[in-house]
């Protein structure tokens, strides 16, 4: 793309960065984008990132913002504080976290993501009147991430972490994040889903419902998050009368399996970040947290049913198997343990007890529904225990 042509594509005014994004040094690693989930590959990460919050102040956790007709701002780690001169119409998340956000709060979906294959709307199926088609949404990631891209979405704000496009592959150097946020639109995001990654450890993270409000700020939607952490805390009181004493509680142990019949498996330790809040707010005991096995995110290691069989879990979670239904799962996955001759011994397969263990990535909505899966897999209790009606009501604005 040429200079003149870049200058014909920049945003309007009505949005701009009120603080300078951190820096961050490059760091590498591959990723696939099939159209289901994929598995993420070797990287190496080598770098912290500066912590980007104003240094005579510290970023709130309560969004700060103006009256409607002289804009807003919202304050979140790492980006500091970002100032809106209007509510954002179209827009771009990293992850199915950050879209099944915006659907909560009423928006249009993202016009991309990071792979869309990893955001699984099937979870909407029982939500009345609430969808979303991902097969116009754009990948960003397409054997790494074009700045070309974001110029040709003009969204009007990137719901993304810089420092996830500058430590996840090689390509992105502080300059390219300056020239996006500037010249197209700002970067607003946090990389909530994971605690594991090295270069995350000098700034904030934010829970699934603290992330939420601050979007909701984003896009003036204080009502619906409103509307959605009331029935949350609902959700999680009627969890209470579930999950038994903490000595009786289920084991599990969660890894990643990208094939139907997988021999060797990405480990993943339950630690903060959204991708486990089901499995912290059921409270299980982590199977894998007291071996020296090490999570996926810090090591990129693999294990073998082998060494599984000595650590021989109540539970076994496989993640990247969510674009199958449960049937499908057990016709490829579980039929493939059932006939192994080191697997079949796992106390797990035996008492059929091996299930698809949920996404990297998930919001409010999803949430709802992975939770009520994973209170049927470790629990055994088989009963809807929100309200989705009144989920789409609140969605739709009707609430």
């Known amino acids: 793309m040429t200079d003149e042509s870049r200058r014909s594509r920049t945003r309007r005014t009505v949005l701009k960065t009120g603080a300078t994004l951190g820096a961050a040094a490059l760091a590498g690693c591959t990723e696939t984008t099939g159209g289901g989930d994929t598995s993420d590959s070797t990287s190496t990460e080598t770098n912290t990132p500066v912590d980007t919050t104003d240094a005579g102040s510290e970023a709130t956790d309560t969004p700060t913002e103006t009256a409607a007709n002289t804009g807003y701002s919202v304050s979140m780690e790492p980006v500091g504080t970002v100032e809106f001169d209007a509510v954002p119409e179209t827009w771009v998340a990293n992850n199915g976290s950050w879209a099944d956000m915006g659907i909560a709060l009423g928006q249009q979906p993202p016009e991309g993501v990071w792979l869309p294959g990893r955001y699984h709307t099937h979870y909407?199926?029982?939500?009345?009147?609430?969808?979303?088609?991902?097969?116009?949404?754009?990948?960003?990631?397409?054997?790494?991430?074009?700045?070309?891209?974001?110029?040709?979405?003009?969204?009007?704000?990137?719901?993304i972490d810089p420092n996830f496009l500058q430590n996840r592959f090689k390509g992105w150097e502080q300059s390219d994040v300056d020239e996006v946020a500037e010249t197209v639109a700002p970067f607003f995001g946090n990389s909530i889903f994971s605690g594991g990654y090295s270069w995350h450890e000098n700034y904030q993270y934010y829970d699934l419902y603290e992330a939420f409000e601050k979007l909701a700020a984003v896009f003036q939607q204080r009502d619906r998050f409103e509307a959605f952490d009331a029935l949350h805390e609902e959700f999680q009181s009627s969890l209470d009368d579930i999950v038994p004493p903490e000595g009786e509680r289920p084991e599990v142990a969660i890894m990643w399996a990208g094939s139907d019949e997988p021999e060797k498996f990405s480990p993943y330790l339950i630690s903060q970040g959204t991708s486990f809040k089901q499995w912290r707010d059921l409270g299980v005991r982590d199977a894998l947290a007291e071996t020296d096995v090490q999570d996926f995110h810090e090591s990129r290691g693999?294990?073998?049913?082998?060494?599984?069989?000595?650590?021989?879990?109540?539970?076994?979670?496989?993640?990247?198997?969510?674009?199958?239904?449960?049937?499908?799962?057990?016709?490829?996955?579980?039929?493939?343990?059932?006939?192994?001759?080191?697997?079949?011994?796992?106390?797990?397969?035996?008492?059929?007890?091996?299930?698809?263990?949920?996404?990297?990535?998930?919001?409010?909505?999803?949430?709802?529904?992975?939770?009520?899966?994973?209170?049927?897999?470790?629990?055994?209790?088989?009963?809807?225990?929100?309200?989705?009606?009144?989920?789409?009501?609140?969605?739709?604005?009707?609430?």
Not at 130 to 152: C, I, N, P, W
Not at 309 to 326: A, C, H, T
């Open 124 to 159: 909407y199926d029982d939500i009345p009147g609430v969808s979303v088609d991902t097969d116009e949404m754009t990948a960003l990631y397409q054997d790494g991430v074009s700045k070309e891209r974001f110029y040709a979405l003009e969204g009007d704000v990137h719901v």
């Open 302 to 399: 693999r294990i073998d049913f082998e060494t599984l069989l000595k650590i021989d879990p109540e539970n076994i979670m496989f993640r990247g198997q969510e674009g199958k239904s449960r049937e499908a799962f057990e016709d490829t996955v579980v039929a493939h343990m059932e006939n192994h001759e080191v697997a079949s011994k796992l106390t797990a397969v035996e008492n059929g007890d091996v299930y698809r263990g949920g996404p990297l990535y998930q919001g409010p909505i999803t949430n709802l529904v992975l939770t009520e899966r994973a209170v049927r897999q470790v629990y055994g209790v088989d009963e809807q225990l929100f309200d989705r009606q009144r989920v789409a009501a609140i969605v739709s604005g009707e609430f």
